[in-house]
């Protein structure tokens, strides 16, 4: 089992930034990929971004590319989502989620193993 808290999440206005984290814990001695998703209300939960366990891969979904920035620290069992340019659109919750394939770096939300509690971006405009 792997638990992965998230944190960064909070209000910003449109042209702002935020940083999230997401720490994992439990059984963090397997190689895991880690992505970000993100659910707006009344939408389906949709991917953002993605990372391979070494880090040297990422996948970025068209509407962030060039405005958000997914990397990652095994040593602190973290990984980091960097939202620059953010706009009104970008509101949602934003889960993280860890993948027992290490490769993975784009997928759907049935190809994650498991998954954070979620944190709460909203963008003003």
């Known amino acids: 089992q792997v638990l992965l808290d998230e944190s960064g999440g909070g209000l910003v206005q449109a042209g702002g930034s935020l940083r999230l984290s997401c720490e994992a814990s439990g059984r963090t001695f397997r190689p895991y990929a880690m992505g970000w998703f993100r659910q707006a209300p009344g939408k389906e939960r949709e991917f953002v971004t993605g990372?391979?366990?070494?880090?040297?891969?990422?996948f970025y979904a068209d509407s962030v590319k060039g405005r958000f920035t997914i990397s990652r620290d095994n040593a602190k069992n973290t990984v980091y989502l960097q939202m620059n340019a953010l706009k009104p659109e970008d509101t949602a919750v934003y889960y993280c989620?860890?993948?027992?394939?290490?490769?993975?770096?784009?997928?759907?939300?049935?190809?994650?193993?498991?998954w954070g509690q979620g944190t709460q971006v909203t963008v003003s405009s």
């Open positions: 990372i391979s366990w070494s880090g040297g891969r990422t």
């Open positions: 989620a860890a993948d027992k394939s290490p490769s993975r770096v784009v997928g759907t939300a049935g190809q994650y193993d498991y």
